[in-house]
């Protein structure tokens, strides 16, 4: 009890926060699971999303394991990132993806192979008034990857030194060196001795009937660059698997659709009707996000076919923080976005279980946090 009470006010005094039910507009909502997790960021004019949500669940594992909060550095794991992007563009002869854009896995091989830094030693900004941009890191990056496969000069010894000098330019240059709290590290030193982070405890799962269920394979979406492998779950045992993490004190890395017109941060919700929107009248569409309604029920065959024809879309990676339920019973996730404090939940929304469901393209959780009976079916 001791040290929840110190938690709390070293939580207090870092200015992160722990989120409480809040109630929209139509509903009432009741508090079932909470993580304890850091303030809201905001990812600005960047893809980077993914190195955001992951960046926050790592925080919140940090808190978990009952160590001081610590503002990790986005910018950092998206800098190492764009170097092993470049370097994949390179040698898949530019026939690979090269953008902004990223999954959560992206963050842990950066933890693995380079380590981590606190936000105070590299925030990724050139000019500190301005907001995150990429769009002109990404174009020029590119155009000099495309510049040595024109030349068929592909990978030349200094190759890596060309990348680095373009990062430099945008996102200032990484220290070698950095002081944290009196003491002198390195991002290798800081990311094993202040963090204790273990990058293997770390499992991402997936849901979908073109691949054998129990068995990892590489996910065919845009963004995922890196080839990562996911465990391929029947979706309910995926939900399953959410709600087991939740319960237990473990908050989830999410990846998936925000395409969908029932995703509203505007409206704090994130709901599938249970008739489709070309079918719903005007007033019906306006009504949606006023009080609890009917939602569709998802099978895995209707989210195959969402895949399948592009309706189910890697859009957008963000943080599972909890879980309520309104008035009528039924679940929603909470979820931490990377927008800032934008909408009715101050950059929180919640996402029914339909929604979960249909939209879910992928999550990232403590290896701890998967049910027993899931962990033996693995293979």
């Given at each position: ?107 842990i091989n950066v933890l693995e192979e380079f380590g981590a830094m606190p936000e105070e030693a590299f925030d990724g900004k050139i000019d500190p008034e301005a907001p995150h941009d990429h769009s002109a890191l990404e174009k020029a990056l590119k155009n000099y990857a495309d510049s040595l496969l024109k030349n068929k ?227």
């Amino acid at each position: 009890m001791k040290l929840k009470i110190a938690l709390l006010f070293i939580l207090l005094a870092f200015g992160f926060s722990i989120l409480r039910a809040q109630s929209l507009k139509g509903f009432q909502f009741e508090e079932l699971n909470k993580v304890a997790v850091t303030s809201i960021k905001n990812q600005e004019r960047t893809g980077t999303c993914w190195s955001y949500s992951c960046t926050s669940f790592l925080e919140s594992e940090l808190i978990r394991m009952g160590k001081e909060p610590i503002d990790l550095s986005e910018m950092y794991s998206a800098r190492q990132t764009y170097l092993k992007k470049a370097e994949r563009y390179l040698r898949f002869q530019g026939k690979a993806n090269f953008s902004e854009g990223g999954l959560g896995h992206d963050v842990i091989n950066v933890l693995e192979e380079f380590g981590a830094m606190p936000e105070e030693a590299f925030d990724g900004k050139i000019d500190p008034e301005a907001p995150h941009d990429h769009s002109a890191l990404e174009k020029a990056l590119k155009n000099y990857a495309d510049s040595l496969l024109k030349n068929k000069n592909t990978m030349p010894e200094n190759w890596l030194a060309g990348a680095s000098k373009i990062l430099d330019t945008y996102l200032g240059e990484l220290p070698q060196e950095f002081e944290y709290k009196g003491k002198k590290y390195t991002a290798e030193s800081f990311a094993k001795e202040v963090t204790g982070l273990n990058p293997e405890d770390y499992i991402s799962f997936t849901s979908f009937s073109h691949h054998p269920f129990y068995r990892p394979f590489v996910l065919e979406v845009p963004d995922n660059f890196s080839h990562g492998m996911f465990f391929n779950l029947p979706i309910d045992e995926l939900t399953q698997l959410a709600d087991n993490a939740l319960k237990n004190g473990f908050s989830i890395e999410w990846d998936g659709d925000v395409s969908d017109r029932g995703f509203s941060p505007r409206n704090g919700l994130a709901v599938v009707p249970e008739i489709d929107w070309a079918e719903l009248g005007k007033e019906d569409q306006k009504n949606l996000f006023k009080a609890p309604i009917e939602e569709k029920e998802v099978t895995q065959s209707l989210r195959q076919k969402a895949f399948d024809t592009y309706t189910l879309t890697d859009d957008h990676l963000m943080h599972l923080t909890g879980i309520v339920k309104d008035q009528s019973g039924k679940k929603y996730y909470v979820v931490k976005n990377s927008w800032g404090e934008i909408g009715p939940l101050d950059g929180y929304l919640y996402m029914s279980e339909a929604y979960f469901k249909l939209g879910t393209v992928s999550i990232l959780v403590h290896r701890d946090a998967i049910p027993a009976a899931i962990m033996e079916k693995l293979r």
